[in-house]
């Protein structure tokens, strides 16, 4: 990481300090300084304020792997806002149970009255076993927040979303809040039998489509929180380990990430906006030289769409190395592709899997063999169809620290510069990726980087460190409220952890 964004310098400092200074003085006009003091000129003030202008917004922080709360950058505060079994969550019947966990993602849901003030927080949670009180499988809690003398507070009961009325969910994970008001959440589930199901304790049921249990599960589900009640499972979005999906300003296209090995990158296009029943679906195949790419037309017959990866495999998709979430800035998407270690793709390229150019570089003399250990972040451009690396993970140059597995990511504008903001969630404790003694203790610690999107050709050594995660934990559904403050969920913690990290919980950190 350059010294550049790692700390203020001392003329940083002073300039910024001298401009506040003066800026601050009131009862003045300009003229009043520039006589008296000359101070106070056009050219001055032009000069200074593109100094504050190329300020980072944080002092990035140094890697250390031996701590069991919240590590953030001096001047940042947090606090719990939802809390995994300690709270309370309302059904609709009246009734409250200890929350459910693994918060995962986060929606901020503007009031139509107070957008910048008010809103609803729906929270995903990533489970999956029987619940006999909140539903089995997956879940959602949605609750009103309001930001008040300055600070955003909880307002009212945390609500339960009862999903029995598709049957259940497992494993909600990313998703979106769509161009209609709703929230879109992605089932990650790896389930292709019942018994994947059953064996977790969960009842053998029907549902009205007539169709095994396991092939109703792992879609992309409509939820309206203002209502807090579920619209639909979208069978059309393709059974995948859904991760995340992101949608067009015309609602007419949804891009779905599949976190799997091999995956697949597809979009479902509607003819007319948010009609997902008659939607087409596509798998994406890049060119041999990586500059451009195609869509491929998948069948939308049951069977295929039950099967859509393996099919779009066989028809020569682009196969990746999980991809996680996904975020448009300035018309590209950047994808998180978290990446795996040792895998082969043997029997895929032989269906007709395609390798992606710019993941060749990893492939064994055999040219099946992968070893992927820090993944990358890949970008899209829309109006060509290429798909390339756009910051590979690794070691920074000053042997400071590891960028590996990135997985939630998000983006903010932050004094007129858009930053890609990247959680790790690293695939294991080895190979340095979160130091030599996390290795030896057997201890998975997390990050949380700022990329500045001006950088071109970004490098780890551009990566601002944020925040590092308690012991054991991951962050995920990083958002930003419309005053600048951050919603992050801490999951999964390690539950000898000092309280509250010891369960999953949704934190706001205040300092930006």
């Keep these: 990481m350059s010294q550049k964004s790692r700390r203020i310098t001392p003329i940083f400092s002073l300039l910024l300090f001298s401009t506040i200074t003066l800026l601050s003085c009131g009862g003045h ?62 059904r609709a019947d009246g009734a409250t149970f200890p929350a459910k966990g693994k918060h995962d993602l986060t929606v901020y849901v503007p009031s139509e009255e107070d957008p910048e003030n008010k809103g609803i927080l729906y929270i995903s949670h990533e489970t999956s076993g029987p619940h006999p009180e909140l539903g089995d499988g997956g ?53 292709y039998d019942d018994a994947y199901f059953t064996k977790k304790g969960l009842a053998d049921r029907e549902f009205e489509s007539g169709l095994p249990m396991w092939q109703n599960i792992g879609y992309v589900v409509e939820v309206d929180p203002r209502e807090r009640k579920v619209v639909k499972r979208h069978m ?46 596509y798998a994406y195949k890049q060119s041999d030289d990586g500059e451009s790419g195609e869509w491929l037309k998948l069948p939308m017959d049951t069977n295929s769409l039950v099967n859509c990866r393996r099919i779009a495999v066989e028809m020569g998709a682009t196969m990746i190395i999980r991809h996680e979430w996904i975020e448009e800035i300035n018309g590209k998407l950047y994808i998180s592709e978290t990446g795996e270690d040792h895998f082969s793709w043997k029997e895929s390229i032989e269906r007709g899997g395609t390798v992606p150019n710019y993941a060749r570089k990893n492939l064994a003399e055999s040219e099946t063999e992968f070893d992927d250990p820090f993944g990358r972040v890949v970008v ?84 601002m460190r944020f925040c590092i995660a308690p012991v054991g934990s991951e962050t995920t559904g990083v958002i930003f409220l419309p005053d600048g403050s951050m919603v992050m969920n801490i999951q999964h913690p390690k539950a000898g952890n000092a309280e509250p990290f010891n369960r999953s919980v949704t934190v706001l950190v205040e300092g930006f």
């Design 29 to 90: 006009d300009e003229s009043t300084y520039q006589n008296e003091d000359e101070l106070l000129t056009e050219d001055t003030l032009s000069s200074a304020q593109e100094v504050i202008d190329t300020l980072p917004p944080f002092e990035s922080i140094a890697s250390q792997f031996d701590h069991d709360s919240l590590v953030l950058p001096e001047g940042f505060t947090w606090r719990i806002l939802f809390s995994e079994s300690v709270d309370q969550v309302k």
């Design 236 to 281: 059309t979005t393709g059974k995948l380990v859904h991760e995340d999906v992101l949608f067009t300003n015309d609602n007419k296209t949804c891009y779905i990430t599949d976190d799997y090995s091999p995956g697949v990158f597809m979009k479902l296009e509607m003819p007319e906006a948010g009609d997902f029943d008659n939607g087409q679906l």
């Design 139 to 191: 879940g959602a809690t949605v609750f009103d927040i309001e930001r008040k003398n300055g600070s955003w507070e909880v307002v009212g009961d945390f609500h339960h979303i009862d999903f029995s009325s598709i049957g259940f969910t497992d494993r909600n994970c990313g998703g979106s809040l769509g161009p209609n008001g709703n929230v879109f959440t992605c089932e990650e589930t790896w389930g």
């Design 380 to 463: 899209f451009d829309p109006e060509t169809n290429k798909m390339s690396s756009y910051l590979e993970g690794g070691f920074f140059s000053d042997s400071s620290g590891c960028f590996s597995n990135p997985d939630c990511n998000t983006s903010v504008n932050i004094g007129g510069k858009d930053y890609l903001v990247l959680s790790e969630d690293i695939n294991w404790y080895d190979r340095r990726r979160a130091g030599d003694d996390a290795e030896t203790t057997k201890s998975f610690y997390n990050e949380i980087y700022f990329l500045d999107m001006s950088i071109p050709s970004p490098t780890v050594d551009d990566l």
